[in-house]
C-alpha cells in the first residue's frame, strides 16, 4: 500500500513591477508543475518575490521578507533584490531560509522541497548579467537558450499559472537593457536586452485569452528595443502589436524610450485598432544638461515635439512619465526648465521621484550631490505643478466618449471602477462608472466623461461592447 502524498503548499508575495508580475506567474507555473499546491494561507514556504530597484522599494522587500517568516512557514526570497545581493542579503537576513537567483528558477520546485526538508542551501553569488550574452544583439536570442532569462523559456507550452483573476494581464515582450543610465543599476542584475521570439509571445496572449484576459499590458525594460536582435524578416514592435490586436480587446504598450521612439511605432500605437492610444515615455528630466549626466537623450523641445507627433495623430492619446528630479548638479535653471516642459506637455501622469544613489552606479560617484533637505523641496514643488497640471489635463475630458474596461463591481462597499485606455492598470487614475447595473468585471463599456476628481473620471455608460 503506497503511503499518502504530503501536501506541500506555497504561497507566492510579489513586489516591484509588472515585469515581476509576470516572472511571479511563471515561478507558479513551475511550482504546481512540480507538485506545489498554491494558497494564499497556511503555506508551508512563502517565495518572496523582490524588488531592487530603489531603496523605498528595497525596504519594502525585506519588510516583507520578515513578515513572512513571522507566519511561521519557511521563506525564500527570489527577484530582483536576491539576484542583486545574494549571498549578501542572505548573511543580513538569517530570517530567510534561501536567497535564491534567477538561475534557480528553472528548478524552484525542487529548491523548494529541498528548504521543506530542511536542508541548507548554498546562496545566489551575484553577476552581472550582462556579461553572460554577446555584445552583438543579433548573437544574444542563441546564446540565451543557455541562459536564464525569467519569462523567456515556455516554448510551445505556457508555463504560466494567473494569480489574479483578472481581465488585464501582462505580458513580457522582452528582458534586459542595454542603455548605461548612470542612475541604474537595472542592467547589471536583469542583464543585456533580449527579445521573446514574435510566435512564443503571440501564442501566450492566445493563452492569457483563454483565461478571460481582454487587456495585456506589454512589459519589458525598453519596448522601443523590441526585435533589435532578432531577424528583420520577424518585424519590429509595430508588427508585434497587430497581431496580438487580433488576440485580445485591447494592447498596452509600456517602457517607451523617447529617443527610441519612431514615427513608424508612435502611428502604430495611435491608429492601429484595439491597440491603446497610451504612451508610457520615460522622458526622466527635460533639462539637457541634466539629461547628458543622467547619460540619456533628449530636450524640452524634442520632447515636445515628440508630444506633438502623438497628439497630431491621436489627440486624445494618455502620456505618462516619470521624473528625477535632485540629480547630482542639477541647478534652479534646470528645475525651471523641468516645469516649462511639464507645463507645456500636458501629460496625463507623472511620477515623481528624489534622486538617491545606487549602488554600483556611475551617479553614485558623480560631485555635486545635492542634500537631502534640497531634493525633498524640490520633490513637493514638481509634485505640486504635477498634480495642478494632471487634474487639469483629466478636467478637458469632461464631455469626452472613453472605452472603459470594469474591473471592479459595484456593491454595498465598492463603486463599479474600471480603466479607460488611457489610464494603465495601478499607475494613472481610473474611471468610476456612475449607472452599473448589469455591468461585470471583464466588460468593456462605451462611456460619457460626466466629471474628473483629480485625475480620475466620473463616467456613464452608454453601451456595452461585444466580446
Not at 63 to 74: H, I
Not at 240 to 269: M, N
Given at each position: 500500500?503506497?503511503?499518502?502524498?504530503?501536501?506541500?503548499?506555497?504561497?507566492?508575495?510579489?513586489?516591484g513591477?509588472?515585469?515581476?508580475?509576470?516572472?511571479?506567474?511563471?515561478?507558479?507555473?513551475?511550482?504546481?508543475?512540480?507538485?506545489?499546491?498554491?494558497?494564499?494561507?497556511?503555506?508551508?514556504?512563502?517565495?518572496?518575490?523582490?524588488?531592487?530597484?530603489?531603496?523605498?522599494?528595497?525596504?519594502?522587500?525585506?519588510?516583507t521578507?520578515?513578515?513572512?517568516?513571522?507566519?511561521g512557514?519557511?521563506?525564500?526570497?527570489?527577484?530582483?533584490?536576491?539576484?542583486?545581493?545574494?549571498?549578501?542579503?542572505?548573511?543580513?537576513?538569517?530570517?530567510?531560509?534561501?536567497?535564491?537567483?534567477?538561475?534557480?528558477?528553472?528548478?524552484?520546485?525542487?529548491?523548494?522541497?529541498?528548504?521543506?526538508?530542511?536542508?541548507?542551501?548554498?546562496?545566489?553569488?551575484?553577476?552581472?548579467?550582462?556579461?553572460?550574452?554577446?555584445?552583438?544583439?543579433?548573437?544574444r536570442?542563441?546564446?540565451?537558450?543557455?541562459?536564464?532569462?525569467?519569462?523567456?523559456g515556455?516554448?510551445?507550452?505556457?508555463l504560466?499559472?494567473?494569480?489574479?483573476?483578472?481581465?488585464?494581464?501582462?505580458?513580457?515582450?522582452?528582458?534586459?537593457?542595454d542603455?548605461?543610465?548612470?542612475?541604474?543599476?537595472?542592467?547589471?542584475?536583469?542583464?543585456?536586452?533580449?527579445?521573446?521570439?514574435?510566435?512564443?509571445?503571440?501564442?501566450?496572449?492566445?493563452?492569457?485569452?483563454?483565461?478571460?484576459?481582454?487587456?495585456?499590458?506589454?512589459?519589458?525594460?525598453?519596448?522601443?528595443?523590441?526585435?533589435?536582435?532578432?531577424?528583420?524578416?520577424?518585424?519590429?514592435?509595430?508588427?508585434?502589436?497587430?497581431?496580438?490586436?487580433?488576440?485580445?480587446?485591447?494592447?498596452?504598450?509600456?517602457?517607451?524610450?523617447?529617443?527610441?521612439?519612431?514615427?513608424?511605432?508612435?502611428?502604430?500605437?495611435?491608429?492601429?485598432?484595439?491597440?491603446?492610444?497610451?504612451?508610457?515615455?520615460?522622458?526622466?528630466?527635460?533639462?539637457?544638461?541634466?539629461?547628458?549626466?543622467?547619460?540619456?537623450?533628449?530636450?524640452?523641445?524634442?520632447?515636445?515635439?515628440?508630444?506633438?507627433?502623438?497628439?497630431?495623430?491621436?489627440?486624445?492619446?494618455?502620456?505618462?512619465?516619470?521624473?528625477?528630479?535632485?540629480?547630482?548638479?542639477?541647478?534652479e535653471?534646470?528645475?525651471?526648465?523641468?516645469?516649462?516642459?511639464?507645463?507645456?506637455?500636458?501629460?496625463?501622469?507623472?511620477?515623481?521621484?528624489?534622486?538617491?544613489?545606487?549602488?554600483?552606479?556611475?551617479a553614485?560617484?558623480?560631485?555635486?550631490?545635492?542634500?537631502?533637505?534640497?531634493?525633498?523641496?524640490?520633490?513637493?514643488?514638481?509634485?505640486?505643478?504635477?498634480?495642478?497640471?494632471?487634474?487639469?489635463?483629466?478636467?478637458?475630458?469632461?464631455?469626452?466618449?472613453?472605452?472603459?474596461?470594469?474591473e471592479?463591481?459595484?456593491?454595498?462597499?465598492?463603486?463599479?471602477?474600471?480603466?479607460?485606455?488611457?489610464?494603465?492598470?495601478?499607475?494613472?487614475?481610473?474611471?468610476?462608472?456612475?449607472?452599473?447595473?448589469?455591468?461585470?468585471?471583464?466588460?468593456?463599456?462605451?462611456?460619457?466623461?460626466?466629471?474628473?476628481?483629480?485625475?480620475?473620471?466620473?463616467?456613464?455608460?452608454?453601451?456595452?461592447?461585444?466580446?
Amino acid at each position: 500500500m503506497s503511503s499518502p502524498t504530503t501536501s506541500k503548499r506555497v504561497a507566492m508575495l510579489t513586489l516591484g513591477c509588472a515585469r515581476n508580475e509576470v516572472d511571479s506567474e511563471e515561478l507558479a507555473g513551475r511550482l504546481t508543475a512540480g507538485g506545489w499546491e498554491l494558497v494564499d494561507d497556511e503555506a508551508d514556504v512563502i517565495v518572496v518575490n523582490t524588488c531592487g530597484f530603489v531603496e523605498s522599494a528595497k525596504k519594502d522587500s525585506v519588510d516583507t521578507l520578515l513578515a513572512a517568516a513571522d507566519s511561521g512557514a519557511k521563506v525564500v526570497a527570489v527577484g530582483c533584490m536576491a539576484e542583486r545581493y545574494g549571498a549578501e542579503l542572505a548573511d543580513s537576513l538569517p530570517e530567510a531560509d534561501a536567497v535564491l537567483g534567477f538561475d534557480h528558477y528553472e528548478g524552484l520546485a525542487d529548491r523548494l522541497d529541498d528548504v521543506l526538508g530542511g536542508k541548507a542551501l548554498e546562496s545566489h553569488k551575484p553577476v552581472d548579467r550582462r556579461t553572460l550574452l554577446p555584445l552583438t544583439p543579433v548573437q544574444r536570442p542563441k546564446a540565451a537558450e543557455e541562459v536564464q532569462v525569467p519569462g523567456h523559456g515556455w516554448g510551445p507550452r505556457v508555463l504560466r499559472t494567473r494569480l489574479e483573476d483578472t481581465p488585464v494581464a501582462p505580458l513580457k515582450i522582452a528582458s534586459g537593457c542595454d542603455r548605461r543610465c548612470s542612475f541604474c543599476a537595472i542592467p547589471s542584475f536583469r542583464g543585456a536586452f533580449v527579445s521573446r521570439h514574435p510566435d512564443e509571445v503571440v501564442a501566450e496572449a492566445r493563452w492569457l485569452a483563454e483565461q478571460g484576459v481582454r487587456e495585456l499590458f506589454l512589459v519589458s525594460e525598453n519596448s522601443t528595443s523590441y526585435a533589435k536582435d532578432l531577424p528583420r524578416e520577424l518585424g519590429g514592435l509595430e508588427n508585434l502589436l497587430e497581431r496580438l490586436a487580433e488576440v485580445v480587446d485591447r494592447v498596452r504598450v509600456s517602457y517607451l524610450q523617447p529617443a527610441e521612439t519612431k514615427p513608424t511605432l508612435v502611428k502604430a500605437i495611435a491608429t492601429t485598432p484595439n491597440v491603446a492610444q497610451y504612451f508610457d515615455m520615460s522622458f526622466q528630466h527635460s533639462s539637457e544638461a541634466v539629461l547628458r549626466r543622467m547619460r540619456r537623450f533628449g530636450s524640452t523641445e524634442s520632447f515636445l515635439g515628440l508630444i506633438g507627433q502623438i497628439r497630431d495623430l491621436a489627440p486624445q492619446a494618455g502620456i505618462r512619465s516619470n521624473v528625477i528630479v535632485g540629480f547630482p548638479g542639477e541647478t534652479e535653471e534646470d528645475v525651471a526648465e523641468l516645469e516649462r516642459f511639464l507645463t507645456e506637455a500636458r501629460l496625463d501622469a507623472v511620477g515623481v521621484f528624489g534622486y538617491s544613489d545606487e549602488d554600483g552606479t556611475e551617479a553614485e560617484t558623480l560631485p555635486d550631490k545635492l542634500d537631502a533637505d534640497t531634493i525633498a523641496e524640490r520633490v513637493t514643488r514638481i509634485s505640486n505643478l504635477v498634480e495642478e497640471l494632471t487634474s487639469q489635463r483629466a478636467e478637458d475630458r469632461v464631455g469626452d466618449e472613453v472605452v472603459v474596461l470594469v474591473e471592479t463591481e459595484e456593491d454595498d462597499e465598492n463603486d463599479c471602477v474600471g480603466r479607460a485606455a488611457h489610464q494603465a492598470p495601478e499607475v494613472d487614475g481610473e474611471c468610476v462608472i456612475t449607472n452599473a447595473d448589469g455591468l461585470a468585471v471583464g466588460d468593456l463599456v462605451r462611456c460619457r466623461v460626466d466629471a474628473s476628481e483629480g485625475v480620475d473620471l466620473v463616467v456613464t455608460a452608454i453601451e456595452v461592447l461585444p466580446r
